[in-house]
Structure formats: structure tokens, C-alpha cells
């Protein structure tokens, strides 16, 4: 979160008029809080005078910002109304009608203190009794979500800004701009966030009725807690909608069950058994389905209930709302999932093949009746265990004790390496989809890691059920946009997310999308106008939302390519026929010399760099047109191994005309269980192996004249997932004494990729 959070802080600065404007930095002026607030007000100052930029959004967005830093409160409450006037032309939501209006609080409560000689917890408190009243309760909702972003990023983001300044004498336009946003921000949170507390505490209890720390029983006698916010509308009953999550954040908790209140719900924020006021025993995954029943039928008879329930989150949450829907409650007559979680899917395995990153996973979420923050964000600790794993060569069944630490969550996962029963009970399975016929809203990102979850319920759902109402809406977003869409904490606009800067089209607030919504299912209102067909899609480079009936109809067309060992510069080739090329590759999977090696790659969308280790790396000719890659590529592949198994990762990536490398998709899977992620079955030594494999991960984008496609096929050898040796037995019991041999693989030319674009 912490990462996620100085991301957000990190927009890019607009191009500015004078950009090679420089400013004296006095040495020692960013030293301490005084003499720092007394440098960032005369360098404001200084920047103001002859700033300017031609996007009038962009301009008064930093404008406001360099106005507060001077002490010009009263102009900057006048740009920061012109601004939100800007957002509300182009769309007239809540959180348009929010825009850095927790800004405007902050530049009255600084007009008073200086006016009329007030502390400034006096000034503030005034400035937000005058201004928060006059506000609808759904912009009111997200002005205070806003307000309770955590201060220890914003600090850390302007500490390294400071840091990289050093003791130079002299920054630069550009830098400045960078310095002075992240100033403003950290220091009007730094006076604000304190004072918050009991203001917001007050403003709810005049809006709404929140009942806290309900416990529920469910039916096998356990309890969970739930937290319930209506809006004051006297005895009127009104559809409720769930967010059931593990995640015990009162904070988080809050801001969900309020902007539902404000839309005219009954917010119910409900934790899974063993989180919050609930007496049990943490339990991930095992038990939500049945609990979250439960929840929905309780909320069904309580008097402010109209009887209808619909549930929306994302990630766990997700997964809940696919875990409650298996057990079919009456009650429950929509639902929203965002990058869903499906676990055995993707976590805390992918395609068989178990992740380390979820690890540290269990000591945050499920060590007791709250949130193990130091656990999450302790990286060195686990950066450390991963290290001394991969050099040891032990089994990945001993990452405890390498730990120092049981982690009985973890260790049980392990002990189902198939999609046996023990997962498939979890969420529906194949038959139980068909009975699902509540309408579904999933939204996800090309870049989430968890997408593959969230088309694996979508395309299961319409195999088993084909007259589904489910609904896809996809986009440039990683796991955190692909929730919440293009809106920070902050209520800024987000125009990058990992290296890539978005369209103008895929901005876009899957929050507001999320009451359009269940406006649509509950209160007769229109269908969100982005739902013109079930598969709802960006297409990257082209600035278009497309749609289409199906996945499948998302590009009609597809293009074959073969291997070859015909070389074009660095790389192999990929070829329109089979030429009957065998292409060896030989791995050693003990040799751990590399522990400690920097990928050339900085692992953004966009890169200047490809990491070709461990791998094979075949490339087209270049492209004559256009081209729009859209959907799931997928193909066959043709080898022969010495070994009984092996994990592979097949990655698409298009290098554009001026050289650099921007991510599409991939697939991972180990090779035994590529047929059946639910049975293994082992290769056969020196003999003709046939896989056929289907990525789960979606993407669309608008390949340019000139550009090429790469096809990498790369054996997985990693510190950061299990290393299958291949030797037939459990992954997580095998060591590198087990087998000394290196894993030798024939390529044939006859193996396939097709991807979905014209030829």
C-alpha cells in the first residue's frame, strides 16, 4: 500500500512554460519543519510568477497548490472552485464534486487563523462546520474518504524528493513542481489528519444510523461481525449492499459503508469469522462462503431490509462474493466482483505453481482479530527467507522453518498442489455456475496480477450458463485501478499506472460505476452507459472502448506462428509455417549462482529493456498496417524433456518502432497439470509431449506500423515461486539433491502461438 500510495504522488509534471527555469536552494533550508515551511513559501512564490500551462485542468491543479505553499488562501479557494467546475463540465459526479475540496477546508481553516488570531485546531474546526454541511451526502462521502489517506506515505514521498535534492544549491523547474505538489500535500495532511477524528465522528452521526460490532451466528454456531450504516430516512427499508472482506481496517470499513449510505443504501461491512468483534479463529477462504450466506439472510430480515441484498469488492472480496453466490441465498439478487481472487487459481498458486509473494500473506491477514501492518511491510524479513531458500536448494516446504516462524496457513495450503476438493469447494465449480443467475458486474485490468481469476469465473460461468447477464469491463488498470478505477486516495486522476500513461477514454471511476450500477439492478435506473455489450474493453494505443457479445468475438481473426531457428539479431524467429526446426534449450534448475542477479528490465509496461533469462525469445517480421491485438492468445506446444515435469511461462510482448518493449500477456502453468489443473499427469521421458495451453489474461492494444511481436518461452527458475526439478514427486518436497541433471527440452517448430489479430 505504502508503494501504491507514492505512486499516486508521483504524477508527472506537465510541460510548463519556462521549463528551464532554475531557483536558488539555500543550504540547510529543508533541514527541519521551520526553516523547510519558510523555503517552500518563497520558492511558491518564486514558481508562481510567470507559471503557466495549456492544459487549463493541469495548470490550475498545480496552481492551487503553489497558492497554498505561499499563504494565498483566498486565491487558491478560487482556483481550486475553477478546477472542480473544470471535472464537473466533463462528468457531474460525487467525486468530481469533491475535487480537493478537503483543500479548500484546509485554505478557510488558514484564512481564519490568520484573520482572527485562532489556533489552527480551533480554525479548522470552524472552516469544516461551515463548509462539510453544505454538501450532498455522496460528495460529502468522498470528500471524508479522502481525508483519511495515511500521512506516513505522504511524508516518505516527500522525504525522497528532499533526499534526491541533496545539498544542491540550484532546482530545476520541473523538480520544483514535484517538490512543492508533495510539500502541500504532506504538510496540509500533517496539520489536518489529527484534527479529523472527532469532525468526521459528528458529521456521520448528523447523516446517518451506523451500528457497530454486530455479531451474527452462523449456522455452525460460529460469529461474525458486521458493521451497518443507513442513511437517516426515518423507517423507510431499502436494499442493502455487502462488502464482505478479511481486511478488519475500521478506517477502510467506514469509508465503504458511508458512500454506500450516501447512495442511498444500507451499507453493511461484514468480516469474515475470527476478524473484528468475531471470537473465533481466523480462517482464510475456508468458511466464507457458508458465512457470508448467513450474513445475507440475516441482513434480509432486519427491518430496514427490503429483502434485497447485492455485494461488490475487491480482490478477497471478490472471491467472497463468488463464495457466497455457491450457496445461492435468496437474498442476494446482484453482485459487482473486481479483480476477483479465486483461490488455487491464482492464489497461492498459478497454473499449479505456487507463489512466494502470498506468503507473508497469512501473518497479515489471519494472525488475529485485526491487521498485522509490521508483518505485511517487514520486506527485508521476507526478501531475506526467499534469498536464503533459493541458495540453499532445501524444499520449498521448508520456507518456516527458514523463517523461523510456523505459518500453518501457508503449510496447508501446500498439501493440495492440485485443484482438488479442498479448493473447488471454495467458490462455484464447473455445474454450480449454471445455477448463478443473479446478474454480475466483474471489472479487472490487463495489468492485474489476479485477472486470470476474474475471466476464469467469467468464462466458466457462461460454459456452464450461457444465457448469463455478466457483464466484463476491462481496461489498462492494475490490481488496485481495477477496482477502484482512475481515482487515488487523494482524489486525484491517475494518468499512469506502471509506466504506461492511459488514454484519455480509460479514465474511469469504477466506484461511481459501481452505484450506476446497482442503481440499474435496484432502482429501475439506466443500464451504465459503458455496458453496451457483455465484454466491455479498452483498446490500448487506439483511445477506443470497444464491445462484444463474447471474448471470443473480441477480434474474430487470429494469426499462427511458429519457432524457428532462423535468427533475426538477437533473437529467433517466429514463422508463418512449421520448418521443421528443433530448437534445444537446457537448463540447470540446481544452479543458484544467480540468487543475486538484476534484471536488465524494470518490469513496467513500457520498458527499454527485455529480460531474455531462462529463456528463448522469438520474434516476428514487422508489421505493414495497424493491427489490433484483442483477447486470449493461446496455442500448442511440441517438445520433448528429460525430465517427468518442469514450470513454464509463455510471455507476449510487442516491441514497438523505436525499440522499446510494452507487456501484453502470459501464461504460466506446470507442464503435468496443463491438461487438468485438477489430475497431474507426468511427461514421459524422451518421448513427443503435446500441451495444448490457453492464457487466462486478456489484453487489447493497438500495435503500431513497424512493430513487432516477441514470443518468450522461459522455464521458471526463481527465488520467488516453487522450482519444479522435475522429478515427479510433490515440487514442495523436492530439493536440488533430489537430481543433479539438467532439464534438456527439445523445441519443435511445429509448436503454435495464435494470436488474436489479423494476419
Keep these: 500500500m505504502l508503494k501504491i500510495v507514492i505512486l499516486m504522488l508521483s504524477l508527472s509534471i506537465a510541460s510548463t512554460g519556462g521549463a528551464q527555469r532554475s531557483f536558488h536552494v539555500p543550504e540547510g533550508s529543508l533541514s527541519d519543519l521551520s526553516t523547510r515551511a519558510v523555503f517552500m513559501r518563497h520558492l511558491a512564490t518564486e514558481v508562481i510568477v510567470g507559471y503557466e500551462d495549456k492544459d487549463r485542468s493541469n495548470f490550475l491543479d498545480t496552481l492551487f497548490r503553489l497558492q497554498i505553499v505561499a499563504g494565498q488562501y483566498s486565491e487558491a479557494t478560487k482556483s481550486i472552485e475553477d478546477l472542480r467546475h473544470i471535472h464537473m463540465e466533463g462528468e457531474n459526479s460525487a467525486q468530481s464534486g469533491a475535487t480537493d475540496f478537503q483543500y479548500e477546508v484546509y485554505s478557510a481553516a488558514k484564512s481564519l487563523e490568520a484573520a482572527n488570531d485562532l ?386 477514454v480509460a479514465q474511469l471511476d469504477i466506484g461511481e460505476l459501481r452505484y450506476k450500477w446497482f442503481d440499474y439492478i435496484f432502482k429501475r435506473g439506466q443500464k451504465p452507459a459503458i455496458l453496451k455489450d457483455k465484454i466491455n474493453f479498452e483498446v490500448m494505443g487506439s483511445n477506443v472502448w470497444k464491445h462484444a457479445p463474447s471474448v471470443a468475438a473480441m477480434t474474430p481473426h487470429a494469426t499462427e506462428f511458429h519457432l524457428s531457428k532462423r535468427r533475426s539479431g538477437d533473437f529467433l524467429c517466429l514463422s508463418a509455417t512449421a520448418d521443421g526446426s528443433v530448437i534445444p534449450f537446457r537448463l540447470d534448475l540446481t544452479d543458484r549462482s544467480d540468487a543475486d542477479r538484476v534484471s536488465p528490465s524494470s518490469g513496467a509496461i513500457v520498458d527499454k529493456h527485455l529480460d531474455t533469462w531462462n529463456s528463448l525469445t522469438f520474434i516476428s517480421e514487422r508489421l505493414t498496417k495497424p493491427t489490433e491485438v484483442s483477447g486470449l492468445f493461446k496455442g500448442r506446444l511440441d517438445f520433448v524433456s528429460n525430465k517427468r515435469d518442469f514450470d513454464v511461462e509463455i510471455d507476449l510482448t510487442e516491441q514497438t518502432p523505436n525499440g522499446e518493449y510494452f507487456q501484453l500477456s502470459f501464461f504460466k502453468g506446470r507442464a503435468s497439470y496443463i491438461r487438468d489443473q485438477s489430475n497431474r499427469r507426468l511427461l514421459s521421458l524422451g518421448l513427443p509431449e503435446h500441451l495444448s495451453f490457453a492464457s487466462g489474461r486478456l489484453t487489447s492494444r493497438q500495435l503500431q506500423v513497424g512493430s513487432r511481436l516477441i514470443v518468450q518461452i522461459s522455464v521458471l527458475k526463481t527465488p520467488y515461486a516453487q522450482i519444479n526439478l522435475g522429478t515427479g514427486r510433490d515440487v514442495s518436497d523436492e530439493s536440488t539433491a533430489d537430481d543433479k541433471d539438467p532439464l534438456q527440452i527439445q523445441w519443435f517448430s511445429s509448436t503454435l502461438i495464435r494470436i488474436p489479430m489479423e494476419s
Aim: glycine fraction near 8%; aromatic fraction near 12%; proline fraction near 7%.
Design 119 to 504: 489556533p489552527f485546531s480551533e480554525a479548522f474546526a470552524k472552516a469544516f462546520n461551515n463548509l462539510l454541511p453544505n454538501l450532498d451526502d455522496r460528495t460529502s462521502a468522498m470528500v471524508l474518504r479522502e481525508w483519511t489517506a495515511s500521512t506516513v506515505p505522504l511524508q516518505i514521498a516527500l522525504q525522497q524528493t528532499i533526499d534526491e535534492q541533496g545539498s544542491g544549491t540550484s532546482i530545476s523547474l520541473v523538480h520544483a513542481l514535484l517538490l512543492l505538489r508533495r510539500y502541500q500535500i504532506a504538510e496540509s495532511y500533517r496539520q489536518m489528519a489529527p484534527l479529523l477524528p472527532p469532525l468526521v465522528e459528528s458529521e456521520d452521526a448528523r447523516r446517518y444510523v451506523i451500528d457497530r460490532d454486530v455479531l451474527v451466528k452462523t449456522l455452525d454456531g460460529a460469529s461474525i461481525c458486521a458493521q451497518v450504516v443507513r442513511p437517516r430516512t426515518g423507517e423507510v427499508m431499502l436494499p442493502a449492499l455487502l462488502n464482505f472482506t478479511i481486511y478488519a481496517d475500521p478506517i477502510a470499513l467506514m469509508n465503504e459503508a458511508r458512500r454506500t449510505a450516501s447512495n442511498g443504501y444500507a451499507g453493511v461491512e461484514g468480516l469474515t469469522r475470527g476478524k473484528g468483534c468475531s471470537p473465533d479463529k481466523p480462517a482464510p477462504y475456508e468458511h466464507a462462503g457458508a458465512d457470508a450466506d448467513a450474513l445475507i439472510n440475516w441482513i434480509a430480515t432486519r427491518r430496514w431490509s427490503d429483502g434485497r441484498v447485492g455485494m461488490f469488492g475487491g480482490s478477497y472480496e471478490g472471491f467472497t462474493q463468488w463464495a457466497a453466490a455457491k450457496h445461492l441465498p435468496k437474498a442476494l439478487k446482484a453482485i459487482m466482483p473486481s479483480v476477483s481472487a479465486a483461490p488455487g487459481i491464482d492464489v497461492p498458486m498459478e497454473g499449479n505453481v505456487f507463489q512466494t509473494f502470498i506468503y507473508s500473506w497469512p501473518f497479515y491477514a489471519a494472525t488475529g482479530h485485526g491487521l498485522d501492518e509490521a508483518a505485511s511491510s517487514d520486506g527485508a524479513r521476507w526478501q531475506r527467507m526467499q534469498h536464503e531458500w533459493y541458495v540453499s536448494g532445501r524444499p520449498y516446504k521448508d520456507l518456516d522453518k527458514i523463517d523461523g516462524q510456523p505459518n500453518p496457513t501457508f503449510d496447508g495450503w501446500l498439501m493440495h498442489p492440485s485443484y482438488d476438493q479442498y479448493w473447488q469447494k471454495m467458490v462455484p465449480y464447473r455445474e454450480d455456475f449454471a445455477k448463478i443467475n443473479i446478474p454480475v458486474l466483474t471489472t479487472t485490468g490487463y495489468y492485474d496480477g489476479g485477472q486470470i481469476s476474474a475471466i476464469y469465473y467469467l468464462l466458466q460461468h457462461y460454459r456452464f450458463n450461457p444465457t448469463a447477464e455478466h457483464y466484463l469491463v476491462i481496461g489498462p488498470y492494475d490490481h488496485i485501478r481495477g477496482q477502484r478505477g482512475t481515482i487515488s486516495l487523494l482524489g486525484d486522476r491517475v494518468s499512469n499506472v506502471e509506466g504506461y500513461t492511459l488514454d484519455p
